[in-house]
């Protein structure tokens, strides 16, 4: 929601009329000068927008303020126009209202066009997120980052590197979704402030690292050739993909990362196919490219690739975990009651590449049980058991 600067408004007044943190308004206003806000310019309320009403017989700022809980002031100032002296009968007020719901979708298939809508619609309500497309895939659709927070300790968060792992990316933008409401409402979230971890961490995520993938699995083939032939030709000529789990061309995004990437070549599929085929050469691809260059530009310091499926999580790599990632593991497990699994024979993933590239802690969790892709009755059950370990992940 936008207001118009008033001669003599500051960000702290608007904090206080409608109960936002300050720092949340500075971050979602980052072109103004929060000393010398000038008459006549937009500043953006994350969390709110707004609502027209008709204005009925008898209706004064005052009252309708009361009926809608909100200062006069704030109606006010979403008003410039209106004559608040004499509310005109017919005419419409709009009223602020605080975002109170989720307003992504939630325990549906999660394809791209989903994502495309629900990432403007957050972008849109909480104007400090800082949002970035940092690659694109095989088809040209974005891969995007969303960041937010103030803290020097970076978290990554990504989900969907595998196709018909889908339901990740929806578990992942549910919980930023209820991050975003906690701290625009003030909520704790299982007693956590909100607020405190905005200000300790920066938070990173990339929702759907396979969007072509993603797509395929929930709709089959695209139109565009040469894929059109390849997929079906690689899927033996079915034409259900729920089994895929490599991008568009055949090759597995997560045995693409150079960490002990030969040892996968060798012994997986010798040529593109529905999964774990490792590619001609580490990177080949742009949604693995773009995933390593995002870990050496932002310096993470812990990295969380979310899949499915087995209630559990990896935490080492060949002995090159640092000591704090035990730590972690023991909490996540504590938290979720997921199974903390050090070693298992398997290389060339991100979270094994973040590992031996940088020394730092890095996780794979492992959502759910059963058959990929899981079905979407297990949606609320996988949110519940993985929600601490985004927290933890977090404050850890
Ligand atoms: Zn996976």
Not at 165 to 186: C, P, R, S, V
Not at 273 to 297: I, K, N, Q, T, V
Not at 330 to 336: G, K, L, Q
């Amino acid at each position: 929601m936008k207001i118009t600067v008033r001669k003599g408004d500051t960000f702290s007044y608007y904090s206080q009329l409608f109960d936002l943190p300050l720092q949340l308004l500075l971050d979602s206003n980052p072109n103004l000068n929060p000393d010398a806000l000038q008459p006549g310019s937009f500043v953006r309320l994350p969390g709110y927008f707004a609502e027209g009403i008709p204005i009925n017989h008898g209706d004064t700022v005052h009252s309708i303020s009361q009926t809608c809980r909100v200062h006069p002031d704030a109606i006010c100032l979403l008003n410039p126009l209106v004559n608040i002296q004499s509310l005109q009968i017919g005419e419409r007020l709009f009223v602020p209202k605080r975002a109170s719901g989720r307003v992504v979708s939630s325990g549906v298939p999660y394809d791209y066009p989903t994502l495309q809508k629900d990432l403007r619609k957050v972008c849109e309500l909480y104007p400090f997120i800082q949002s970035d497309i940092i690659g694109h895939s095989v088809l040209k659709k974005e891969l995007v980052q969303l960041k937010w927070g103030r803290g020097t300790k970076k978290v990554h968060v990504n989900a969907s590197f595998h196709a018909n792992e889908w339901i990740t990316t929806g578990i992942l933008m549910t919980f930023l979704n209820d991050y975003l409401l906690a701290l625009t409402n003030n909520i704790p979230i299982r007693g956590v402030n909100m607020l405190t971890l905005y200000e300790q961490t920066t938070l990173s995520a990339v929702p759907m690292v396979d969007p072509d993938g993603v797509d395929l699995v929930l709709h089959g083939p695209p139109v565009q050739e040469p894929f059109h032939s390849l997929v079906k030709s690689l899927n033996k000529e079915s034409i259900d993909f729920k089994d895929w789990k490599a991008n568009i061309r055949g090759v597995d995004l997560n045995n693409q990362l150079p960490a002990r990437w030969e040892k996968e070549k060798v012994r997986k599929p010798q040529e593109a196919a529905p999964r774990d085929y490792p590619g001609d050469y580490p990177l080949s691809e742009p949604e693995a490219r773009a995933m390593a260059d995002l870990a050496f530009e932002e310096d993470f310091d812990r990295v969380i690739a979310l899949h499915t499926q087995g209630k559990e999580f990896y935490w080492g790599f060949e002995k090159e975990e640092p000591p704090e990632a035990e730590d972690i593991a023991r909490e996540f497990e504590r938290v979720s009651g997921y199974k903390a699994v050090q070693y298992v024979d398997s290389y060339a993933g991100y979270k094994d590449w973040f590992i031996q590239e940088f020394r730092r802690p890095g996780f794979t969790i492992e959502l759910g049980y059963g058959v990929n892709p899981l079905p979407l009755s297990q949606f609320d059950e996988i949110y519940e058991d993985t929600l601490g370990i985004f927290l933890a992940g977090l404050y850890m």
